[in-house]
């Protein structure tokens, strides 16, 4: 459903991403790992329509959707939970679930107000509280919410873990295991490796803005290499990451 | 005799508050202060008067023309000067000097469509009715300005507040970055913005002109000024700020006029600013400086 070719995105003259093929099929839970500054983050903004490629191309199912405005990719149901949340923190709750409904352009949602509020309780709760009053955590689940009412087709999120309680980011994993069994498919960048292979299908390791590695989950898991450099030390250690 | 100043500075501060609005809109949500309004003003009442005078039609449409020929000036405006300047980043600065030189070209037209007379609405376009009681004299026509100016502000709060369209103006006055991230197209809501911007300055061209029965194409510029003070009074981008710091400037203005002297009437509203800038730097209603770029309730 989503396929890139060779996709390269450079700010000025720095290359971040030089050359990416990856695909993603129906129904997949995709990892994106690697270290910071690998260009992970570019290669979705690129994905989402926030930077244009310098070369190659995105096909999103019959669609050659390279170079489209950001507006116009997510009305095509790519949605994107941007790194940090950005949640719009001066408007409630509430405004900012309704707001994804506009991303919807005729299709339909699996995900309603009340779908949402089911799945992240507590925003039904501080649902007339403005979105910025929320925690980390709170402000993740409603990025997720709010792109989940825009009835995704593919649901990409940026760093999720990031800055969140070991607590909270399994919540949050939990329910994207919730999402993926409904049908939903997800690709998900992490720098939490060991959490991402945990999670997912298949993953592509991203270095120097290049994909050097991919494969089913389970295998990359035990891969040497990337033991060596991803996965350092037991899960406390992974987890210590989590909470920095 | 205060009663009757009360009154009299009602209305003309809620002359002060529908020119503002429109301008506070586009501040609230491109933090542009953008100084083609006067001319937009000027362009909507000259079209509500041609409206009347050479198409000779009942000024109730006039004023729908006026709205509808600001709205797409506004339009123009956004497209000619300040696009592309938001296409590449350099709004905020740039905005002025651009929004500057569109208003000195539509002025231009405007003295040359106008032959730079000072031109008046036919006598009867508007009933002369006085009402009197309790010792007040009012003006059907005051009535009407009055009315008029709550009802817009109050529209317009609604529409921002209680609709989809003003829940996507909200987002993008937040972040044109996230708002298109969920679908929503920015162009689109900058077009409704200057649209409803230059729709409520070609009303308050219409009833500014009739209320002082004087339509020329400099008519803008003293509302301009004016309208900074409102802004910076309620609260920059802030529309009921808008609406109070408009009828409070309409007060302030009347009584200084009516008890003091007409001469110091300036000096008392620029100290005025002057003492609110120094004690509440964010207005009335303002409340951080980093909240001015939303549009606040």
Same mark, same amino acid.
């Not at chain 2, 981008?237 to 009584?255: D, E, K």
């Given at each position: @459903?989503?396929? &890139?070719?060779?996709?390269?995105?450079?700010?000025?003259?720095?290359?971040? *991403?030089?050359?990416?093929?990856?695909? *993603?099929?129906q129904g997949e839970l995709i990892a994106l790992i690697g270290p910071n500054g690998a260009g992970k983050s570019t290669l979705l903004n690129t994905l989402s329509g926030l930077l244009q490629p310098t070369n190659g191309t995105v096909h999103f199912f019959d669609q050659n959707i390279t170079g489209w405005r950001a507006d116009k990719i997510a009305r095509a149901g790519l949605l994107q939970v941007p790194e940090g949340r950005q949640v719009l923190g001066p408007l409630t709750v509430e405004d900012n679930l309704l707001l994804g409904r506009q991303a919807l352009a005729g299709r339909e949602s699996r995900h309603g107000l009340e779908d949402v509020y089911a799945l992240f309780p507590i925003l039904r709760e501080r649902s007339r509280q403005k979105a910025g009053t929320l925690s980390g955590g709170q402000q993740q689940m409603l990025a997720i919410g709010r792109a989940l009412m825009g009835g995704p087709r593919l649901l990409v999120l940026d760093e999720p873990s990031l800055?969140?309680?070991?607590?909270?980011?399994?919540?949050?994993?939990?329910? &994207?295991?919730?999402?993926?069994?409904?049908? &939903?498919?997800?690709?998900?960048?992490?720098?939490?490796?060991?959490?991402?292979?945990?999670?997912?299908?298949?993953?592509? *390791? @991203?270095?120097?803005?290049?994909? *050097? &590695?991919?494969?089913?989950?389970?295998?990359l898991r035990h891969d040497p290499r990337i033991i060596e450099h991803y996965l350092p030390s037991a899960e406390g250690g992974v987890s210590a990451r989590a909470a920095a | 005799m205060f009663t009757?100043?009360?009154?009299?500075?009602?209305?003309?501060?809620?002359?002060? #508050?529908?020119?503002?609005?429109?301008?506070?809109?586009?501040?609230?949500?491109?933090?542009?202060?953008?100084?083609?309004?006067?001319?937009?003003?000027?362009?909507?009442?000259?079209?509500?008067?041609?409206?009347?005078?050479?198409?000779?039609?009942?000024?109730?449409?006039?004023?729908?023309?006026?709205?509808?020929?600001?709205?797409?000036?506004?339009?123009?405006?956004?497209?000619?000067?300040?696009?592309?300047?938001?296409?590449?980043?350099?709004?905020?600065?740039?905005?002025?000097?651009?929004?500057?030189?569109? #208003?000195?070209?539509?002025?231009? #037209?405007?003295?040359?469509?106008?032959?730079?007379?000072?031109?008046?609405?036919?006598?009867?376009?508007?009933?002369?009715?006085i009402y009197q009681f309790w010792g007040l004299r009012i003006s059907l026509l005051q009535i009407v300005i009055l009315l008029l100016s709550l009802m817009l502000a109050l529209a317009l709060l609604l529409f921002l507040f209680r609709s989809d369209f003003g829940r996507q103006i909200r987002a993008v006055a937040i972040s044109e970055r996230t708002s298109s991230l969920l679908g929503i197209r920015p162009g689109r809501v900058y077009f409704q913005t200057f649209f409803i911007s230059g729709a409520l300055a070609g009303a308050a061209g219409v009833i500014i002109g009739l209320a002082f029965n004087s339509v020329h194409f400099l008519m803008g510029e003293p509302y301009l000024l004016r309208a900074f003070v409102v802004i910076v009074l309620g609260g920059?981008?802030?529309?009921?700020?808008?609406?109070?710091?408009?009828?409070?400037?309409?007060?302030?203005?009347?009584?200084?006029?009516?008890?003091?002297?007409?001469?110091?009437?300036?000096?008392?509203?620029?100290?005025?600013?002057?003492?609110?800038?120094?004690?509440?730097?964010?207005?009335l209603f303002g409340k951080l400086h980093i909240e001015t770029r939303v549009v606040r309730a």
């Open positions: @459903m989503l396929t &890139l070719n060779k996709l390269a995105t450079s700010y000025g003259r720095i290359q971040a *991403v030089r050359e990416a093929t990856l695909h *993603v099929e800055g969140l309680a070991p607590i909270i980011v399994n919540q949050v994993f939990a329910v &994207l295991q919730t999402l993926r069994q409904s049908g &939903l498919t997800i690709l998900l960048v992490e720098q939490n490796a060991s959490l991402a292979l945990a999670a997912s299908d298949r993953a592509y *390791v @991203m270095e120097h803005g290049h994909v *050097v &590695l991919d494969g089913p989950s389970q295998n | 009757q100043q009360l009154l009299n500075g009602l209305v003309t501060g809620s002359t002060y #508050a529908l020119f503002a609005l429109g301008f506070t809109l586009v501040f609230g949500v491109l933090h542009v202060l953008n100084l083609a309004h006067g001319a937009v003003f000027m362009v909507g009442a000259f079209a509500g008067l041609y409206t009347v005078t050479t198409a000779g039609l009942p000024l109730p449409l006039a004023l729908l023309v006026a709205m509808l020929v600001g709205g797409l000036i506004s339009v123009a405006v956004d497209w000619l000067a300040l696009r592309p300047l938001r296409q590449r980043g350099t709004t905020e600065f740039g905005a002025i000097i651009s929004s500057l030189g569109i #208003a000195q070209v539509l002025m231009s #037209a405007g003295q040359a469509v106008s032959q730079t007379q000072i031109m008046r609405f036919p006598f009867g376009t508007f009933p002369v009715v920059l981008g802030s529309i009921g700020g808008a609406l109070v710091g408009g009828l409070l400037l309409g007060l302030v203005q009347t009584f200084s006029v009516s008890y003091l002297s007409s001469s110091l009437s300036d000096a008392i509203i620029y100290s005025l600013l002057f003492g609110i800038l120094l004690l509440r730097p964010s207005g």
